[in-house]
């Protein structure tokens, strides 16, 4: 019988729901049990495709296509697993679905209501779920917090999980926010009291309690939490605020997490596995000399726009023993200050997705720095778009060069809208989206990195490099050297002369694992080790430095990068 972990938020939204219930999935995998997840949206979008990073943060995609909620890329990190669009159901869908039904006939006489059609549905994913992934765990976090009226439904509907499949089969976990009232110092459980006296009401009564707070949560704290919220005491937890969300699961599993989950659904309550996330721990630990990479974008403001590019670079950092320290640099400040003055102290570049004209100038003079520098440079979707503009209008001298994107009127369209994109008219799901298959050349920096022919990457993107200028591109040193199987896309591209300058049409931070990092970062990350800094050179002999590397000003040695050999 499959088992099921409901995890529920109170008193605030951005708690960290989604991090604890990874971590839970992280646990219990690393006792042998097999985990599947899903995300329930309470809001009415279909999918957080159309919204804005501001709105709500990164978009990540799945394999198959499915835009999703950026919690989904915390379970795939975390719990190692590749999820699917039945792993995020918004109650848009929901409704869509059940109005769809209604439509056709399919309740022709009936009445439809919340329950039992809509909390019926929602109980179909989660059943889809199960069935499809044959998980021994389904954790199901539900979006929001209690007492949100949108919610209300997704809560009927875990209530009545408990009655279908049995109370031995199901847990709840209620993660509640305990704050901190400086006058008086100390964390206050009143909230939590009632967030879970609303809970109870909607006839859900949890099992345990995680407690989130800027401080240590002592005995005496989760004590309270006990007599007043009917739980047991060993079942309430604390989760104070950690510098690092690798930490999570090592912390919840101390305090006896996963084996309190493990004996209340009746599964082998084994040693787990945590060694290698304490490792990466003490790697992030570890202040000395953080190596530095700028992240130049136009929604830098809220980090969470672009979530998996700061973990992937954060797993290569693992991978090479190295503390990653992101500057998140804003492109239309490049474009006021210059990137000089912004960059001069970044070993590596990143330039990852994005949308719309605004800060592209910046990008462009970045990729232009980046090149003329032999500065570790990544471009990710529009960064890869970018890095192919700059290099047509500086190499192949076509200064008007663009993409149709952002200039429908460009005399040189190097970036080009996709076939079968031209005439759309929805927005929501009708880009190219999901895994694709990518043949690497051979002798290129990505065929290196990958050490195979075939690989299959995500994508999510309406516009493509234009194939009409692949031929002078190449003859001025741009390589293709990642293309789709039949010749038609070109998916990477990479400087042939320069250390390290590739850029990718897919989006390969949604594949990079903690314990496994994605290989265009790790070789990314690999040559901005080697960068040296001002002042760490090796003196050349007389005979050799007669032309020596010119300083840009700003603390970056022009043309100085050396392996480790070297």
């Not at 499915?66 to 699917?84: A, C, M, Q």
């Not at 084994?270 to 721990?281: C, F, K, N, T």
């Not at 990518?438 to 690989?455: F, I, K, M, S």
Request: hydrophobic content about 35%; charged content about 25%.
């Amino acid at each position: 019988m499959t088992r099921y972990i409901f995890v529920t938020g109170g008193v605030v939204s951005s708690l960290g729901k989604g991090i604890a219930a990874a971590s839970i999935g992280r646990m219990l995998k690393s006792r042998g049990l097999s985990v599947s997840v899903l995300k329930l949206d309470p809001y009415l979008n279909v999918d957080p495709g159309t919204m804005s990073p501001y709105q709500h943060g990164e978009v990540f995609v799945t394999i198959d296509g499915s835009e999703t909620d950026l919690d989904l890329g915390h379970y795939e990190r975390f719990i190692d697993v590749e999820l699917t669009s039945l792993s995020n159901v918004t109650a848009g869908q929901i409704y869509t679905e059940i109005i769809g039904k209604e439509r056709s006939g399919i309740y022709l006489g009936g009445t439809i209501q919340i329950i039992p059609h809509v909390t019926d549905a929602i109980k179909g994913h989660i059943k889809a779920l199960a069935e499809q992934s044959g998980a021994d765990v389904i954790l199901v976090e539900v979006g929001g917090t209690v007492g949100d009226i949108e919610g209300q439904p997704f809560l009927e509907a875990i209530r009545q999980v408990r009655g279908d499949v049995g109370r031995e089969n199901t847990f709840y976990i209620h993660v509640t926010l305990l704050p901190f009232l400086g006058s008086t110092k100390e964390l206050k459980t009143k909230p939590t009291q009632h967030s879970v006296q609303a809970l109870r009401s909607m006839g859900v009564h949890p099992d345990a309690i995680i407690g989130r707070a800027d401080h240590e949560v002592d005995q005496d704290v989760k004590d309270k939490i006990a007599r007043f919220c009917d739980v047991r005491p060993e079942n309430v937890f604390g989760l104070p605020t950690l510098d690092s969300v690798y930490k999570v699961p090592v912390h919840l599993e101390e305090q006896g997490v996963g084996s309190t989950i493990s004996k209340a659904l009746g599964l082998p309550d084994i040693e787990p596995d945590l060694a290698y996330w304490r490792h990466i721990a003490e790697i992030e630990d570890d202040e000395e000399d953080p190596l530095r990479i700028a992240v130049v974008g136009k929604y830098v403001e809220l980090h969470d726009s672009y979530l998996s590019v700061a973990e992937a670079l954060r797993h290569a950092g693992f991978h090479h023993g190295k503390n990653i320290q992101i500057d998140w640099i804003s492109s239309e400040e490049i474009e006021e200050k210059g990137p000089g003055k912004l960059l001069g102290s970044a070993v590596g570049i990143l330039v990852p997705g994005g949308f719309g004209p605004r800060g592209i100038e910046g990008m462009i003079a970045t990729a232009t720095y980046a090149r003329e520098r032999n500065i570790p440079y990544l471009g990710l979707c529009l960064g890869m778009q970018v890095m192919v503009i700059e290099y047509a209008r500086n190499i192949l001298g076509l200064p008007k060069a663009n993409s149709l994107e952002l200039d429908e009127s460009t005399d040189d369209p190097v970036i080009n809208i996709m076939e079968g994109q031209e005439g759309l008219v929805d927005t929501g799901g009708t880009m190219r989206l999901g895994q694709y298959p990518c043949r690497l050349r051979d002798g290129t920096r990505a065929r290196e990195a990958y050490g195979v022919e075939l690989v299959k990457e995500r994508h999510r993107h309406r516009y493509e490099y234009n194939n009409d200028y692949r031929i002078r591109l190449e003859e001025a040193g741009l390589v293709a050297s990642g293309v789709a199987p039949d010749d038609s896309l070109v998916e990477i591209t990479e400087v042939y002369d320069h250390p390290f300058m590739v850029g990718s049409q897919f989006h390969p931070e949604f594949a990079s694992r903690p314990e496994k990092a994605h290989p265009l970062f790790r070789e990314f990350v690999h040559a901005a080790c080697n960068i040296l800094r001002e002042g760490e050179q090796f003196e050349l002999p007389a005979s050799e430095n007669e032309n020596p590397a010119g300083s840009d000003g700003h603390g970056l040695e022009v043309g100085t990068l050396a392996s480790a050999e070297e």
